[in-house]
């Protein structure tokens, strides 16, 4: 729940029912732009595969890099440790959930769900049918609570003389990491681009699901918050480990136990999302040559990219080990934000590149523009206001630099190199994997 990060940068609480509506207004208009690209260059892969497209394989490995690196694994990991605070929350409710349970749980939550990625595209798309169906319920039954309260008279802290009311005035730079906060929780509307291989019909499938679900996230996301307000004060929000329990602790009752398994399953659904997704960019970027070969392998029978699941799992693990939820959520939504910017300036790019190519969506220019707008504020004023962490952020992007000169550009490398690679690929060959190529050739390894 990103809530309490959104309050906090922000300062009052109808500063931050403006953020949650202008953010979900923002992703309309990247989802738009992603709509056309998804039609006009129907790859899997998503940002990747466009940047990679349009300016070349260095900007397109540079994203890859960032994403493989943190942002995933991040994200994974930040929705990891909410599902665990929310599992664990009913049984530590005077307290903080203990340091290593939140871990232990959040990894043994990331290992069955890569299990079962690992063994059928149909469980995993089941479960994530599933579950978005769950969280939708958690939190219409949030919606409906909030509203009987409003239509009780609780509403004084939704009132404009109380809603805007500052004990301190937030500068720019709060308000842009508010933005980034409340970002984070709209992450994922771009997610379909990324299987667009997988998706029937992608040229009228891709942008009507991008039509429909944003307009109901940020209706959803926006009524949620209300509904906290309408019964819980600033403080008692800030103060929540747990924003849903708490809220259904105060007017629920004995059925309060329902809001944390609630948003415990709509959670686990997030995580199943993520490694679906993330998954399908390592395999992308394998089959491109711009990662390690292994990660293009595909079980024979189950058509499933283990190889690169298990490395999301792994990269996502040593991040629950090294790394604080606040300052996560900001690192990985300054590079998100970076990607998408990126991403959508190579649509204008690419109009101007190729003003002929048949597009079956085409925005209105006004579109892209007014998002890399905001898109140049919100990360110049983040820059500004955390240099530290956006700082850090870019810093792990530019290191894909030489690795990129050293292991893609670099063709001609020595001899040993290859005996080396050969030799580790022949002791680790598999008849259970087909392995996928730069060169779309399939080799089939058998003992």
């Known amino acids: 729940d ?3 990060g959104v309050l906090e940068h922000s300062g009052s609480v109808g500063l931050a029912l403006v953020v949650w509506l202008l953010g979900g207004c923002i992703a309309a208009l990247g989802s738009l732009c992603y709509a056309e690209l998804g039609v006009t260059i129907p790859k899997s892969g998503g940002d990747y595969s466009y940047v990679t497209e349009i300016f070349g394989g260095l900007m397109g490995f540079l994203l890859l890099w960032s994403a493989v690196l943190i942002m995933y694994p991040t994200t994974l990991a930040v929705i990891a440790l909410t599902f665990s605070n929310y599992v664990l929350q009913p049984v530590f409710s005077n307290c903080v959930p203990p340091y290593m349970a939140t871990r232990m749980l959040s990894a043994t939550c990331l290992l069955l769900l890569t299990w079962v990625n690992c063994s059928s595209v149909r469980m995993a798309t089941r479960i994530q049918d599933i579950f978005t169906v769950g969280k939708l319920m958690a939190l219409g039954l949030i919606i409906v609570v909030g509203l009987v309260q409003i239509f009780n008279g609780h509403y004084e802290a939704l009132t404009p003389q109380v809603a805007f009311s500052l004990d301190r005035v937030p500068s720019v ?3 842009a990491l508010a933005f980034l906060q409340a970002s984070f929780a709209f992450s994922g509307w771009n997610f379909l681009n990324y299987v667009t291989e997988e998706v029937v019909e ?4 891709l942008p009507r699901a991008i039509y429909i679900s944003i307009p109901l996230v940020t209706f959803v996301y926006t009524l949620t918050n209300i509904a906290y307000f309408s019964s819980m004060s600033p403080e008692e929000l800030l103060s929540s480990n747990a924003v849903a329990v708490t809220f259904g602790e105060k007017l629920l009752g004995m059925f309060s136990v329902i809001m944390p398994i609630s948003v415990a399953l709509s959670t686990f659904g997030g995580i199943n999302g993520y490694l679906f997704t993330s998954s399908r960019l390592c395999f992308s970027g394998a089959r491109e040559g711009h990662l390690p070969s292994l990660l293009a392998m595909i079980h024979y029978k189950n058509c499933t990219p283990i190889p690169a699941l298990l490395v999301c799992c792994a990269a996502t ?6 790394g604080e939820t606040h300052n996560l959520i900001n690192y990985v939504s300054f590079i998100n934000y970076l990607s998408y910017g990126v991403t959508i300036a190579g649509l204008l790019y690419y109009r101007w590149k190729k003003p002929n190519l048949y597009r079956p969506i085409k925005v209105n220019l006004l579109v892209p523009v007014c998002y890399l707008m905001f898109w140049a504020l919100l990360l110049g004023f983040s820059l500004y206001s955390e240099p530290v962490v956006c700082g850090v952020g870019l810093v792990i992007m530019l290191t894909g ?6 292991g893609v550009h670099w063709k001609e490398k020595p001899k040993c190199i290859y005996n080396f690679i050969g030799e580790f690929l022949k002791n680790g060959r598999s008849k259970h994997f087909i392995c996928i190529m730069p060169s779309l050739t399939f080799l089939i390894f058998d003992f």
Do not use: D, E, T
Not at 202 to 205: H, I, K, M, S
Not at 401 to 406: A, K
């Open 2 to 4: 990103r809530s309490p």
């Open 173 to 175: 730079g709060q308000i």
């Open 202 to 205: 992608p040229r009228r499938n």
């Open 317 to 322: 693990i040593v991040i629950l080990c090294i």
């Open 401 to 406: 630099v030489p690795v990129y000169f050293l």
